[in-house]
């Protein structure tokens, strides 16, 4: 089974940049999509973006020209970054394949606050 450790998140005022960081256990071959995705307090998780084995990449509304999602397959890691930042985009962020499988790491935080 794979697992997935986030990293990268942090306070950041707003209109900054933070870059996530999902590494895997094992091999994402098998996880052809990758997916980051983001629960604030009290909401249900949301998919940010998406990316594909080949690197074709969508991204929800709010994510378009901000975010940027990429993958190392030989690293088996894949990162979000993130710029323009704005306090609602305050949560914390996970990965998982698209649509998601098996358990979720522990997630990253990232707050957006003067």
């Known amino acids: 089974q794979v697992q997935l450790v986030e990293s990268g998140g942090g306070l950041v005022q707003p209109g900054g940049s933070l870059r996530l960081s999902c590494a895997a256990s094992g091999s994402i071959f098998s996880m052809y999509v990758m997916g980051w995705y983001r629960q604030a307090p009290g909401k249900q998780r949301d998919l940010v973006a998406t990316?594909?084995?080949?690197?074709?990449?969508n991204y929800v509304d709010f994510a378009k020209g901000r975010f940027n999602i990429s993958r190392n397959n030989a690293k088996n890691t894949v990162y979000l970054q993130m710029n323009s930042l704005k306090p609602e985009d305050t949560a914390v962020y996970y990965c998982?394949?698209?649509?998601?499988?098996?358990?979720w790491g522990q997630g990253t935080q990232v707050t957006v606050s003067s």
């Open positions: 990316i594909t084995m080949g690197g074709d990449t």
């Open positions: 998982n394949s698209h649509p998601p499988v098996g358990s």
